[in-house]
């Protein structure tokens, strides 16, 4: 084997887990489809790279790059099976999911529902603090009201929260240092910043896709940890360490799987 070694493709779906090996000494190609399992997809995606390997005729050793991909969080957010989350949004902004961009999904048919939203208004917190335009802090929360938050964070037992001030895409730093504070102060709770994942212009958009994020987030870690973890056989090392180069690094997808 070459020293950029073989590289392989995964894609986990919600039937099947797919796989293509490159094979950079002859340009050759090997596929494998492995039935998927929503239980744990690691463990298809472990079983299925065994037996891509073995039907190359290579081992762990002879792979240089892994590139995966999954439709895991698009499946939850389409289901409707992702976790538990809340949101804290400015003071005055609650209903910031409800009224979206004020469009109908019909405007000629006056018995048409609007989509129910990601966060259930009872679990929509408020946060007394905001910035300006230009990035300045025009309220801050002090530690008080960040107890407050905090408190109301813990007690609706909820797995995950996003974070949206007004204007926080201005200065991205202020709302990432509220959303690692609440998270200490909740407990550890995984708190995701609208600034961090999508610092633009436009609330809605921003708050959408924080709650996506915070939607989805607690159920790819745990696929990401157990493949990391578990042999491919007894005598073969844990499944990353195995392969030098991953398409994305593991910490920056569990903290932004959107």
Known sequence: ??????????????????FV?????DGSLTYYKEPSTPDDPSRALIEG??????KAGMTSADVGTLMHGTTIGLNAIIQRRGATIALVVSKG????LEIARSRMPSSFDFHASKEEPLVPRLRIVEVDARLSAHGEVTKAADEAELDRVAAELKSL???????????GYT????????????????????ITSAAAIWPEIREYERTLVACLNAYIQPRRPTAARSASSRPMNARSKPF????????????VWRRRPM
């Open 1 to 18: 084997m070459s020293k950029t070694g073989a590289r392989i493709g995964i894609d986990v779906g919600g039937t099947f887990t797919d």
């Open 171 to 190: 200065t991205p730093s202020v709302e990432i240092g509220m959303a690692k504070t609440l998270s200490e102060k909740a407990g550890g709770l995984s």
């Open 240 to 251: 990353c360490p195995a392969l030098p180069r991953v398409s994305w690094p593991l910490p």
């Open 157 to 167: 037992g909820v797995d995950a929260a996003a974070l949206v001030l007004i204007n």
């Open 21 to 25: 090996l490159s094979n950079p000494n």
């Open 93 to 96: 902004y609650r209903d910031i």
């Open 49 to 54: 790279l065994q037996s891509l390997l073995t």
